[in-house]
């Protein structure tokens, strides 16, 4: 599993005009899944997503978590994560687990985050979506579950 993880100040999804997610402070996840990726992934991911310390304390350091501060997920699936760009001009997306494989550890990753205390609001699976956030700091990581 990848995931590319922004600070955000406020974002929200739209499907066809309409609103299906939206949050305050938090943290807007894309979420990529490869072949192979099991709940383990879900749950290593969803533990680091929670737990990094990326709000600052008092003294400006980068001491809190995103359970520290409150903070909301919008979490979307995207394929295109693991597009691979380094032969051709067009992206291979080979790598990408099939969509009935890769929703369903999609919805069980954001499962495990409710789990973990975290108000989650998610996209439309498969849909296309526009993404809005106003990324605070800015501050953006990728994670993946596997070395």
């Not at 990094?52 to 903070?71: A, C, F, P, T, W």
């Not at 409710?114 to 849909?127: D, I, L, M, P, S």
């Amino acid at each position: 599993m990848r995931v590319v993880l922004q600070r955000s100040k406020a974002a929200q999804v739209t499907v066809n005009g309409e609103t299906v997610g939206a949050i305050d402070r938090g943290l807007v996840l894309l979420v990529g899944i490869t072949h192979g990726d099991t709940e383990a992934d879900a749950v290593y991911l969803a533990d680091k997503v929670v737990n990094l310390r990326i709000y600052e304390d008092e003294q400006e350091k980068m001491n809190h978590s995103l359970l520290d501060v409150g903070g909301s997920i919008l979490s979307v699936s995207q394929f295109t994560l693991y597009g691979d760009c380094r032969k051709g001009r067009r992206p291979n997306f080979m790598e990408a687990a099939r969509p009935e494989e890769a929703n369903v550890l999609y919805e069980r990753f954001n499962e495990i985050l409710r789990e973990r205390g975290v108000q989650v609001e998610t996209g439309v699976f498969g849909a296309m979506m526009d993404v809005q956030l106003t990324n605070d700091g800015p501050v953006t990581l990728i994670l993946e579950s596997k070395k």
